[in-house]
């Protein structure tokens, strides 16, 4: 079965990835963190499988770590001291626990960001953007596609200079000339289908005012069901946002709000919107099994 969230509706599925980026970015606290990696994970391993998780962790967890080993290297804040650098300024635990934290949500954010270039293909952003800002979404499509696209055709040339001009095998000069001359040819061609792919665009009257476009997508009962849930998850983090619920502070020293049933339910939800794609994928599991006449596993 294909992956539910990527079969909704364009603005559902851009709704969803701009709710959970947005609060993995804003919500710094540790639980927050925590659920955001493993769910941006989660849906990595899904629409890439183990292997190209485990691509995108072999430069996703170095970054983490200078992020946690620069941020105690230039940020001296904290009341918590567990020793002194060489040139004098204090190590804390406060600044360490916050790289750590920076870390985690760029790796967070990053793992979703590699969610939507899967789920949101060209023809989407054109569908969602086209009418609004023309310009800036074929931009934006091309973009997308753009480096996939690039890698492809970089495979491509080194194959086709296979022989007589390989990267892999003769002096180190004439590997460097080889890597060279193929990453000028798949420049060159990525520029010129650019062009190519603008002129095509314009001739047919692409950003003109009146023009109508046919697309295949359609608003039915289950991107509304998926719309509300968004919203209600949107408004209820708003609102434990505001009332502290998931504040965590790092500077001067640590400090967290109290544990409450109300806190552990913001929680919850925060928990729940980052597994949307895990839920929304179980759900249309069961009903299919459901109406093939089968028994739903647990």
Same mark, same amino acid.
């Given at each position: 079965?294909?992956?539910?969230?990527?079969?909704?509706?364009?603005?559902?599925?851009?709704?969803?990835?701009?709710?959970?980026?947005?609060?993995?970015?804003?919500?710094?606290? +540790?639980?927050?963190? #925590?659920? *955001?990696? /493993?769910?941006?994970?989660?849906? &990595?391993?899904?629409?890439?499988?183990?292997? %190209? $998780?485990?691509?995108?962790?072999?430069?996703?967890?170095?970054?983490?770590?200078?992020?946690?080993?620069?941020?105690?290297?230039?940020?001296?804040?904290?009341?918590?001291?567990?020793?002194?650098?060489?040139?004098?300024?204090?190590?804390?635990?406060?600044?360490?626990?916050?790289?750590?934290?920076?870390?985690?949500?760029?790796?967070?954010?990053?793992?979703?960001?590699?969610?939507?270039?899967?789920?949101?293909?060209?023809?989407?952003?054109?569908?969602?953007?086209?009418?609004?800002?023309?310009?800036?979404?074929?931009?934006?499509?091309?973009?997308?596609?753009?480096?996939?696209?690039?890698?492809?055709?970089?495979?491509?040339?080194?194959?086709?200079?296979?022989?007589?001009?390989?990267?892999?095998?003769?002096? +180190?000069?004439?590997? #460097?000339? *080889?890597? /060279?001359?193929?990453?000028?040819? &798949?420049?060159?061609?990525?520029?010129?289908? %650019? $062009?190519?792919?603008?002129?095509?665009?314009?001739?047919?009257?692409?950003?003109?005012?009146?023009?109508?476009?046919?697309?295949?997508?359609?608003?039915?009962?289950?991107?509304?069901?998926?719309?509300?849930?968004?919203?209600?998850?949107?408004?209820?983090?708003?609102?434990?946002?505001?009332?502290?619920?998931?504040?965590?502070?790092?500077?001067?020293?640590?400090?967290?709000?109290?544990?409450?049933?109300?806190?552990?339910?913001?929680?919850?939800?925060?928990?729940?919107?980052?597994?949307?794609?895990?839920?929304?994928?179980?759900?249309?599991?069961?009903?299919?099994?459901?109406?093939?006449?089968?028994?739903?596993?647990?």
């Amino acid at each position: 079965m294909d992956d539910t969230l990527r079969t909704c509706h364009p603005a559902v599925s851009f709704a969803y990835f701009a709710l959970v980026i947005i609060c993995t970015m804003f919500f710094m606290h +540790p639980v927050c963190l #925590v659920l *955001s990696t /493993l769910g941006g994970g989660w849906y &990595v391993a899904r629409l890439l499988g183990g292997q %190209g $998780l485990r691509r995108h962790l072999l430069w996703l967890l170095p970054m983490a770590l200078l992020a946690a080993a620069l941020n105690p290297a230039f940020v001296h804040q904290g009341v918590t001291i567990l020793a002194y650098l060489p040139s004098g300024n204090p190590l804390t635990l406060e600044s360490l626990l916050y790289g750590l934290a920076a870390g985690a949500m760029l790796s967070a954010v990053a793992l979703w960001f590699v969610c939507v270039t899967d789920v949101i293909t060209s023809d989407k952003v054109v569908y969602l953007f086209g009418r609004v800002i023309p310009a800036l979404s074929l931009l934006l499509s091309m973009i997308l596609r753009f480096v996939p696209r690039f890698v492809r055709r970089l495979r491509a040339v080194a194959q086709a200079q296979h022989l007589g001009r390989d990267t892999q095998t003769g002096a +180190p000069a004439r590997r #460097v000339r *080889s890597a /060279l001359r193929v990453f000028s040819i &798949v420049v060159t061609w990525s520029l010129e289908s %650019g $062009l190519i792919t603008a002129d095509s665009m314009r001739c047919r009257g692409y950003g003109l005012p009146g023009r109508t476009s046919f697309s295949l997508y359609r608003f039915d009962r289950r991107d509304g069901a998926v719309a509300l849930w968004l919203a209600f998850c949107g408004l209820y983090l708003l609102g434990g946002g505001l009332a502290g619920g998931l504040r965590f502070q790092y500077y001067p020293m640590l400090l967290s709000g109290p544990v409450t049933p109300l806190t552990v339910s913001f929680f919850a939800v925060y928990g729940l919107l980052c597994f949307t794609p895990v839920l929304l994928d179980a759900l249309s599991r069961r009903r299919y099994l459901v109406r093939k006449g089968g028994t739903p596993r647990a």
